[in-house]
């Protein structure tokens, strides 16, 4: 796995990708928290904190990581180098993981420079240092619970066809319904509203955001990240038979 992983690592920061990634999500954040006017605009919230942040990362990453992982296994089946990949001695849980950890620790080198964002703001409160860091690390977390799960989703879908746009296609759309499609579909059935909106990536990454760590959240993730890796190596099975 480790082999995997490392390989992913190289193949990301060989070429342009990886520092494209870490560009384009640092530059779209940085407009439109900084200096487009809109709800994301932090000096025009009125608040000493990254809510404007939180809110906007998620729809950028599900963009962004569709658009990383979209090669990582329809690359290998395009070239024809899948069938020597699972024939190597690795386990197709492995082979998934690895991948699934290049893709995953690419994204949150992208994110680590946002942490800037804390010391640029906490002096600037009324009174200065009174920024919510609670809220503000539990943000971050359930920040990498949804990475994992977009992840999860990107590498599945990259599994499922050796064409990259079908694959980044695919996952835009899972990731979409999945974080924002419960919301809506909740607005039409209001009487059902809160159990539908439980199904959705969104309700538990703001539960999260909240700086209160619940279980449910945290299996919910979890739970989302499994199935679509076990997903992934139930496809991957049809290519060793």
Same mark, same amino acid.
């Given at each position: 796995?480790?082999?995997?992983?490392?390989? /992913?690592?190289?193949?990301?920061?060989?070429?342009?990708?990886?520092?494209?990634?870490?560009?384009?999500?640092?530059?779209? &954040?940085?407009?439109?928290?900084?200096?487009?006017?809109?709800?994301?605009?932090?000096?025009?919230?009125?608040?000493?904190?990254? #809510?404007?942040?939180?809110?906007? !990362?998620?729809?950028?990453? %599900?963009?962004?990581?569709?658009?990383?992982?979209?090669? #990582?296994?329809?690359? =290998?089946?395009?070239?024809?180098?899948? /069938?020597?990949?699972?024939?190597?001695?690795? +386990?197709?849980?492995?082979?998934?993981?690895?991948?699934?950890?290049?893709?995953?620790?690419?994204?949150?080198?992208?994110?680590?420079?946002?942490?800037?964002?804390?010391?640029? %703001?906490?002096?600037?409160?009324?009174? !200065?240092?009174?920024?919510?860091?609670?809220?503000?690390?539990?943000?971050?977390?359930?920040?990498?619970?949804?990475?994992?799960?977009?992840?999860?989703?990107?590498?599945?879908?990259?599994? %499922? +066809?050796? &064409?990259?746009?079908?694959?980044?296609?695919?996952?835009?759309?899972?990731?979409?319904?999945?974080?924002?499609?419960?919301?809506?579909?909740? =607005?039409?059935?209001?009487? +059902?509203?809160?159990?539908? =909106?439980?199904?959705?990536?969104?309700?538990?990454?703001?539960?999260? #955001?909240?700086?209160?760590?619940?279980?449910?959240?945290?299996?919910?993730?979890?739970?989302?990240?499994?199935?679509?890796?076990?997903?992934?190596?139930? &496809?991957?099975?049809?290519?060793?038979?």
């Amino acid at each position: 796995m480790k082999a995997i992983l490392l390989r /992913e690592i190289k193949s990301f920061f060989g070429s342009l990708t990886g520092y494209l990634v870490i560009a384009v999500f640092l530059i779209l &954040n940085g407009i439109f928290l900084w200096i487009v006017d809109g709800q994301y605009n932090i000096l025009q919230s009125g608040y000493n904190d990254l #809510s404007p942040f939180f809110q906007l !990362a998620p729809l950028v990453l %599900l963009l962004l990581i569709p658009a990383i992982t979209m090669k #990582s296994i329809s690359d =290998e089946r395009k070239q024809g180098t899948i /069938e020597l990949l699972v024939t190597k001695p690795l +386990s197709l849980n492995q082979i998934v993981t690895g991948k699934f950890l290049g893709a995953f620790l690419l994204v949150v080198l992208a994110i680590l420079p946002t942490v800037l964002y804390i010391i640029i %703001l906490n002096p600037y409160g009324m009174p !200065a240092g009174n920024m919510d860091l609670g809220s503000t690390l539990g943000s971050y977390l359930g920040l990498m619970f949804l990475i994992a799960a977009y992840t999860s989703i990107g590498i599945f879908c990259s599994s %499922l +066809s050796d &064409n990259q746009i079908v694959a980044f296609i695919l996952a835009v759309i899972i990731c979409f319904v999945l974080y924002l499609g419960f919301d809506q579909l909740a =607005e039409l059935f209001k009487s +059902s509203a809160t159990l539908i =909106e439980k199904f959705g990536i969104s309700y538990h990454f703001k539960s999260i #955001s909240r700086g209160v760590i619940d279980t449910r959240d945290l299996i919910y993730f979890i739970s989302i990240t499994l199935f679509f890796l076990m997903a992934t190596v139930f &496809n991957l099975k049809n290519v060793r038979k």
